[in-house]
């Protein structure tokens, strides 16, 4: 009903939490010695009220796991699904067949009112050009809302960014190492909501690494994570923000998930193991 009366403007609402949740070395280091795997999203979930689900990358979720993650996770809960690598790193493949297959994984999510958005991750070699354009604009056309996260600075110039929002996608910021190609860490408005990936600051690593783990090895200082946070407290006054922090080995990403929780105003719960 209208009342004459200006609206009042929305206020940003932060979402923190971790890509993944499910890794061995995080027992001990977060998850009590004792608890069962199958009691992993339970403990994590009673603290961060969201998740990046990055297994979608390398497999299709099963409807029966969906429900289960909805049917456990806490009201006002946020899942984050990352897209199928046959449409971010592979070509040749039916796009609208991995679109169609992404909305039914999507389903259960989006019924419960649980999913927060899709990221779509693509690979230093995805550079700007027709092709590509082209790719994203399917993707967010078909995939609402849609988060792009280019491995690739070029993607960072002006027009090329503000080409992918005004498809309707938002821009991911990422905090990675310096290393030259990567993007810059670059806060955007656009799009319907506001995505931070924290990868760590791991150069030495990021191409010079034995196993995938060790890119990702890598722990934020306080300081360092308050200079990001004043940065997306200026950049977010008005939309849902997800922060997930990439640093998985050895549980790193919750501490700094904690911090940035905190730094932010919406500090977390610690679970009570003697709950699970």
């Not at 190609?181 to 600051?201: A, D, K």
């Not at 306080?222 to 977010?236: C, K, N, P, Q, V």
């Not at 990439?246 to 719960?269: C, E, F, K």
Request: some cysteine; aromatic content about 14%.
């Amino acid at each position: 009903m209208k009342t004459g009366q200006p609206e009042a403007p929305k206020a940003a609402r932060f979402f923190v939490g971790t890509s993944g949740f499910s890794y061995d070395d995080w027992t001990g280091r977060y998850y009590p010695g004792g608890l069962p795997s199958a009691k992993r999203f339970d403990y994590y979930a009673f603290e961060f009220p969201c998740v990046e689900i990055n297994s979608t990358y390398y497999g299709w979720l099963s409807e029966k796991t969906a429900r289960s993650l909805v049917s456990r996770a806490p009201r006002g809960f946020r899942f984050t699904l990352k897209l199928h690598r046959s449409l971010t790193h592979e070509s040749g493949g039916e796009l609208q067949d991995g679109l169609a297959r992404t909305r039914e994984q999507a389903g259960v999510f989006d019924s419960a009112s649980a999913l927060g958005c899709y990221l779509a991750q693509f690979p230093n070699s995805f550079r700007p050009g027709a092709e590509a354009f082209g790719k994203i604009e399917e993707l967010a056309n078909g995939l609402t809302p849609l988060v792009v996260e280019t491995r690739n600075s070029e993607w960072q110039k002006a027009e090329n960014a503000s080409r992918v929002g005004a498809m309707g996608a938002a821009i991911c910021c990422v905090d990675a190492p310096p290393v030259r190609g990567l993007p810059r860490w670059e806060p955007t408005r656009f799009g319907p909501v506001g995505y931070y990936r924290f990868h760590g600051r791991n150069a030495a690593k990021w191409y010079g690494h034995e196993e995938a783990w060790e890119r990702y090895d890598y722990s934020y200082s306080r300081e360092e994570l308050a200079g990001r946070a004043a940065d997306i407290l200026a950049a977010e006054p008005d939309r849902d923000c997800y922060v997930f922090f990439n640093n998985h080995y050895g549980a790193q990403a919750v501490t700094n998930a904690r911090q940035m929780a905190d730094l932010l105003g919406v500090p977390v719960s610690r679970p009570q193991p003697g709950l699970f």
